[in-house]
């Protein structure tokens, strides 16, 4: 994070009675089926580091032996992360199943019958069981994720509502690993580095098909959609939303310290501390989504609205609109057919570490970026939802350069930003000055 703590940071004060370490070094009684000599006698390999025992049906493969290595240096950044003082681990290594043959694993017992049905990974106390998946980083992903259930179930003593369990795994898992060290909770760049994976994907097509669900409605995910795709991907969408913002990091931290076990009593929490705001936190999810995509920085790119709460404005108005940030609200509340007219003067540096783009509100017409010239002013209309929308919706664009007329097709607020490319915020500089004046 450029400026924030983790959205976990005060969990020690509340968990540190949960996570001592007489309720996580207990030594447990070995599974006769996980004997070390049967495991040999199956033709299956084990490979151990520090803290994890991985099983495995796979031929060696310096990316598959390497998974015990990655998991262990997942559990200090997992003890950082949730704020909690590291503690004793378990004294019985956590086991890693990582299959091919389930029909195998199940006639040896290594697969309990009274496992639900999991098409990738699973987690129950000390194990871990990961299908084997279609690419390297996806095997990584799901050991990380189910790896993340285990720290939350044996350290804070629970996993929270549905959406926060899911959501934060992922969260966790989304990662980058260059053989030497491993960094967790990253925006994916590009979708090279992340095969399978999918999620700005399948968030994209369901905003296309107008079938993306509300904010609310993924805080009310049931355990019965945990087999779903959806909920991962609205999940790990919803969490980093919620550590996006100050605000909202700590909406989430108080829910986590009181209601960590209630789902109910969590997502009420949260509606409780963000009341007042909570017309602004539907736009401001709906404004993150509206970039959201591969390079995204939830900082810089996140629309600066919570954190900035317009004041009302009377037309004309004249205000300034910045580089370094996403959609900015100017308090200007426009119902549908009003007609307003935008003017833009100035000049902005786009790229100061890398290649300096100078632009001014027309934008650089030799490079474009979702459709429209880098460095260029871009309006919307974003809808102002006093009551929870039936899905979240996407926001309509239109070009301002330096003048533009703008009608609105339904009321809302009127929202200005400077078009740039994702994660390309940080290094810019300057601001256009902007003028709206009522046409009718």
Not at 19 to 47: H, K, M
Not at 76 to 82: A, L, R, Y
Not at 177 to 184: G, Y
Not at 388 to 416: F, S
Request: one cysteine or more; hydrophobic letters at 40%; glycine letters at 6%.
């Amino acid at each position: 994070m450029l400026y924030c703590p983790s959205i976990l940071l005060t969990f020690l004060a509340f968990f540190i009675a949960i996570a001592s370490s007489d309720c996580v070094a207990q030594e447990t009684t070995e599974d006769p089926s996980w004997a070390p000599e049967r495991i040999r006698q199956a033709g299956l390999r084990e490979v151990n580091s520090a803290h994890l025992r991985m099983i495995t049906d796979l031929p060696p493969d310096p990316e598959i032996d390497e998974l015990p290595e990655i998991f262990d240096q997942a559990i200090p950044q997992w003890f950082d992360g949730f704020a909690i003082t590291p503690a004793p681990l378990p004294k019985e290594k956590l086991k890693l199943l990582l299959f091919r043959d389930r029909a195998k694993m199940e006639q040896m017992g290594l697969i309990d019958a009274s496992l639900p049905p999991f098409p990738n990974g699973y987690q129950r106390g000390p194990i871990m069981y990961v299908a084997e998946p279609p690419s390297a980083y996806y095997r990584r992903h799901l050991v990380l994720h189910e790896g993340t259930h285990w720290f939350m179930e044996t350290f804070l003593g629970g996993y929270g509502p549905p959406w926060i369990a899911e959501g934060l795994a992922e969260r966790w898992a989304t990662h980058r690993w260059d053989r030497k060290q491993l960094q967790m909770k990253t925006i994916p760049e590009n979708r090279d580095e992340y095969p399978y994976w999918g999620r700005f994907r399948f968030i994209r097509e369901q905003l296309a098909a107008g079938k993306a669900p509300s904010l609310e409605s993924i805080m009310r995910f049931s355990e019965r959609s945990a087999m779903e795709v959806e909920m991962y991907a609205w999940s790990w969408s919803a969490v980093c939303f919620f550590d996006s913002q100050p605000a909202l990091q700590q909406s989430l931290t108080d829910a986590l310290k009181e209601n960590p076990r209630d789902g109910m009593g969590f997502n009420r929490r949260i509606f409780q501390n963000l009341r007042d705001r909570w017309p602004w936190v539907r736009m401001q999810w709906e404004g993150m989504l509206d970039r959201f995509d591969y390079g995204f920085d939830l900082q810089q790119d996140s629309p600066a609205i919570l954190q900035n709460l317009p004041t009302p404005q009377t037309l004309p108005v004249t205000l300034k609109i910045a580089a370094g940030t996403g959609w900015q609200a100017t308090g200007v509340r426009m119902e549908e057919g009003q007609r307003v007219t935008i003017r833009a003067v100035g000049r902005v540096q786009l790229g100061e570490t890398t290649r300096s783009w100078w632009s001014e509100p027309q934008g650089v017409t030799l490079r474009y970026t979702r459709s429209n010239p880098l460095g260029s002013l871009i309006a919307t209309v974003a809808p102002f939802h006093d009551t929870e929308p039936k899905q979240t919706m996407t926001w309509q664009h239109q070009r301002v350069g330096k003048q533009a007329e703008l009608e609105a097709t339904a009321g809302g607020e009127l929202l200005l930003e400077i078009n740039e490319l994702p994660s390309g915020r940080k290094d810019n500089q300057g601001e256009y000055v902007v003028t709206i004046e009522s046409i009718d």
